[in-house]
RNA sequence: AGGGCUAUCGCCAAGCGGUAAGGCACAGCACUUUGACUGCUGCAUUCGCAAGUUCGAAUCUUGCUAGCCCUGCCA
């Protein structure tokens, strides 16, 4: 089956699964005639890097907008310079990119509809549904009232519109510090609702913007900024956070008052968590300020840059996204459906090869000394596309320290004295011998072959329960192997009582005396390799100071041999 | 005079008055030139709790309970 097949196939599959409830608002609206197109974006604000939350968002939005032949917009929420960055505008286009939503030749700012906002609250004012405020922000709060006290009315709220619009033109034009004025919704500062306590939409902030410079020194409030944004470029279905929730009444208030035909809709989902691993933006940022770990891609992370650099594909994360699906419920995904979008989505694509990632000496006693026996072997025996392979075989090999023991548990098929296996894509060797050094450490293990059993031969009069793999210790590349775990302990959690974080200090292990067959020496940087019974490997860098690869795992195999108690 | 939202297996998640889909995880068996993969099997007499309506309730009603969000001139 060609791959090809296998993902018509998976598409088949997909078909079946039900449709979630924003795809049902979605049909609704379409067939009432609410809409008759589906317009969607993805609207960050440029202050950090995305992460796997983000990705959710990004998937969902764009992928609602391909499933009902509508747009997706790329928008950036730029609306308060005090905390943005051009370098972050820059970091977010390439990961939406590398995930694969294609926004076309839709990429908007906030700050563009600069003037269009100024505009609208001129009208608010003139409606006599916004203006000017004086009260400090201490007073403002005080005024606000509590969740469970209304608040009380500004002094300032019944103005005239004539003041209004003087004030706010003072408040544009530069006569007023930060914090000295601000123009407020006029709503209602009884409503349980806290957000509809007459609002602040525009405050003073003399600041230059990454991307309107010194243009403005006021700046709107996202309740106000974001409908307007929504509204200009057509979006039929604004979909957020759960915490927005309470200010949808706000925004359905902005698009009504301003008189916005076709108005969007705000639609709220469940962020998505992952257990064991540290997600949101101030707690990554303080791993990385601390030294923990290695920068903001640092492979243990899951921010889309991380993991990018740690060999998971786009194709994976979509495929993760798809099975934690969209609801309203909050929860925590377990990190094994992470670890399986990955496995399903390399298992095929990737050539498999050996490694010994710690390495023990096989040595053949019967084997020519010098002789140099290139193994054919399939790049990956589920998918014959990728093809086949030359493999060296000699004399003395590197296997993997635990696919020998000295005195077998029960069910162990590997290695030990007496014992016969096969080695992968070469010849069935038997066990004679082993030596150990002064502390008891074994060194290397000899062995015997039977010239009959190579690989491809068709022979079999004997079968061996089990198969190890190996290298050749002349011809082999010597690698260093990061591997990651949870930068999280499971069981504890991730906060310790005293608020600090709970690092799992094995969370990264770096091995350098890895062999790889020669077959790596061409691989470029994110290349990645399924290595035999070691999991899924992706090229990181290349070390230049030791001419060493440096490959992350990406995934372990599921291992089902366990040691007997 | 608080408001909004949520609750279906260890973790996600369908279900929309006709008798509990699916995936992850886990377990067992088979197969195997990766103890992988694959295949098969098992895994909620019960849907936060309690009443009520109904021939029939996870679905409707009422009342509880628990969790999350909201008192930034952040988004």
Redesign the pocket.
């Known amino acids: 089956m060609s791959i090809e097949e296998i993902k018509k196939d998976e598409e088949q599959a997909t078909e079946v ?5 924003i795809e ?1 608002i979605i049909e609704k609206d379409l067939a009432e005639g609410v809409y008759d197109t589906v317009h969607t974006r993805f609207p960050p ?1 440029p202050n950090g890097y995305l992460h796997i939350g983000h990705a959710k968002s990004i998937l969902l939005n764009y992928g609602l907008a391909c499933k009902y032949n509508g747009k997706f917009n790329m928008r950036f ?1 730029d ?2 310079p ?2 943005e960055k051009i370098e972050f505008v820059d970091a977010i286009q390439k990961d939406i990119e590398w995930l694969g939503a294609d926004w076309e030749d839709r990429l908007f700012f906030a700050s563009d509809y600069f003037q269009e906002m100024y505009e609208g609250a001129i009208k608010l004012i003139q409606k006599g549904k916004a203006y000017v405020c004086d ?3 201490e007073e ?2 005080e005024y ?1 009232g ?5 608040g009380k009315d500004s002094p300032y709220r019944n103005r005239s519109v004539e003041e209004n619009m003087e004030l706010f033109e003072a408040m544009k034009d530069g006569k007023f510090a ?3 004025r ?1 123009l407020r919704a006029k709503i209602d500062m ?1 409503s ?4 509809m306590r007459d609002p ?1 939409i525009y ?2 902030a003399h600041m230059t913007h990454h991307n309107t410079g010194d243009a403005w020194c006021i ?1 709107p ?3 106000y900024a ?1 409908p307007i944004e929504d509204a200009i470029e057509h979006i039929t279905h604004s979909i957020c956070t ?6 949808r009444p706000l925004y359905d208030w902005v698009v009504r008052e301003l008189e916005y035909s076709h108005p969007p809709k705000q639609v709220e989902f ?1 962020k998505l968590y992952l ?1 064991n691993v540290v997600t949101g933006k101030r707690y990554i940022k303080k791993l990385v300020e601390e030294g923990v770990v290695d920068g903001w891609d640092d492979p243990r992370l899951v921010s889309i840059a991380a993991l990018r650099r740690r060999g998971f594909t786009p194709d994976s994360i979509r495929k993760f996204v798809e ?12 990190y ?2 992470l ?2 979008a990955i496995r399903e989505d390399l ?1 095929l694509k990737d050539t ?1 090869i050996m490694a010994v990632l710690d390495p023990i000496k096989l040595i053949i006693d019967n084997y020519p000394e010098g002789q140099v026996e290139y193994m054919d072997a399939d790049n ?3 998918n014959a596309e990728l093809g086949t392979r030359k493999i060296p075989f000699s004399k003395e090999l590197y296997i993997e320290r635990d696919d020998f023991m000295e005195v077998p548990p029960k ?4 290695l030990f004295p007496g014992n016969e296996v ?1 080695l ?2 070469a010849y069935f060797v038997t066990c004679t011998d082993f030596v150990k050094d002064e502390n008891g450490v074994i060194t290397e293990v000899h062995c015997t072959y039977d010239p009959e059993t190579k ?2 031969s068709g022979f079999n009069a004997r ?1 061996v329960k ?2 190890i ?1 190996w290298v050749s210790a002349k011809e082999a590349v010597k690698v260093t192997a990061r591997l990651y775990e949870n930068i999280i302990d499971e069981e504890k959690g991730v906060y310790n009582e005293d608020g600090t974080m709970n690092i799992n200090p094995n969370s990264l292990i770096v091995t350098e005396d890895c062999y790889v067959e020669p077959y790596i020496k061409d691989a470029k940087a994110y290349d990645s390799f ?1 290595f ?2 070691q999991g899924f490997f992706c090229v990181d860098c290349k070390d230049t100071t030791k001419d060493h690869l440096v490959m992350n795992r990406v995934v372990s ?5 366990k040691l007997p108690k």
């Not at 509590?146 to 209304?150: G, K």
């Not at 699906?325 to 909050?330: H, Y």
């Open positions: 699964i039900s449709k979630n409830f049902q604000e929420d609306t308060n005090t905390k009260l400090s922000p403002i709060r606000r509590t969740l469970t006290e209304p930060d914090g000295e601000v009884s349980p609702n806290i957000n602040i405050r003073v700046y409030m996202y309740d974001h759960l915490e927005f929730e309470d200010h469940a257990r099975l934690c699906g969209v609801s309203k419920a909050d929860s925590s995904v377990d094994g459906m670890e399986f298992k498999r990956n025996v589920e069910k162990y098929f590997r096969r992968m894509n690989s491809g079968k089990g198969t793999h399924q035999v019974r195999l599921k291992s089902s041999y």
